[in-house]
T-cell receptor
Framework: TQLLEQSPQFLSIQEGENLTVYCNSS?????LQWYRQEPGEGPVLLVT???GGEVKKLKRLTFQFGDARKDSSLHITAAQPGDTGLYLC??????????????WGLGTSLAVNP | DTEVTQTPKHLVMGMTNKKSLKCEQH?????MYWYKQKAKKPPELMFV???????INESVPSRFSPECPNSSLLNLHLHALQPEDSALYLC?????????????FGAGSRLTVL
């Protein structure tokens, strides 16, 4: 069974602090997606990383895909209350197959306090 | 139009009721999904339709019955639900026909079973 271990599960920080969320697996993924979900809404795609070692930046968010495509991280610089939400990673399995499904991490619930 | 629209936003039903959740997308996406999500947990895949045909059923109880009338519409018919079925039900779509593509989610239907 393929698993994505996401940590930490809960994080409460003050505005202006930095944080990093990790998604780790023993399996290789062809790509990995990061979503953010705000209360009362569905998840919204932030970024997809595809190439091993890839780094993508989205304003204060930096996403990295591990060289072996088994892990990924999300770093937020100078967090703001608007960053509050549930952050989810989801990996696309490497093995081909018409019914392959996304493998989801357990999520990181982030609260940024003013 | 880059949205997935779900109705109703909130639904309260008794255990003997029959109700339906509806989902619509006009992005020309070929795959549509139903997910179930409990608070601060990742979405759990229920069903995937690919080219209007059911391609994945994650051993969902028969009291949940999906229907895909056409490429833009997806319904979830509910009958004889249990209180533990109370959750946020998310519809999603993706461009490609397989189950592991980047997803566009709707805002969800919050279901409460009394």
């Amino acid at each position: 069974t393929q698993l994505l271990e996401q940590s930490p599960q809960f994080l409460s920080i003050q505005e202006g602090e930095n944080l990093t969320v990790y998604c780790n697996s023993s399996s290789v993924f062809s790509s990995l997606q990061w979503y953010r979900q705000e209360p009362g809404e569905g998840p919204v795609l932030l970024v997809t990383v595809v190439t091993g070692g890839e780094v993508k930046k989205l304003k204060r968010l930096t996403f990295q895909f591990g060289d072996a495509r088994k892990d990924s991280s999300l770093h937020i610089t100078a967090a703001q209350p608007g960053d509050t939400g549930l952050y989810l990673c989801a990996g696309k399995p490497l093995r081909a197959g018409n019914n392959r499904k996304l493998i989801w991490g357990l999520g990181t619930s982030l609260a940024v306090n003013p | 139009d880059t949205e997935v629209t779900q109705t109703p936003k909130h639904l309260v039903m008794g255990m003997t009721n029959k109700k339906s959740l509806k989902c619509e997308q006009h992005m020309g996406h070929r795959a549509m999904y139903w997910y179930k999500q409990k608070a601060k947990k990742p979405p759990e895949l229920m069903f995937v339709y690919s080219y209007e045909k059911l391609s994945i059923n994650e051993s969902v109880p028969s009291r949940f019955s999906p229907e895909c009338p056409n490429s833009s519409l997806l319904n979830l018919h509910l009958h004889a639900l249990q209180p533990e079925d109370s959750a946020l039900y998310l519809c999603a779509s993706s461009p490609g026909p397989t189950g592991a593509n980047v997803l566009t989610f709707g805002a969800g239907s919050r279901l409460t079973v009394l």
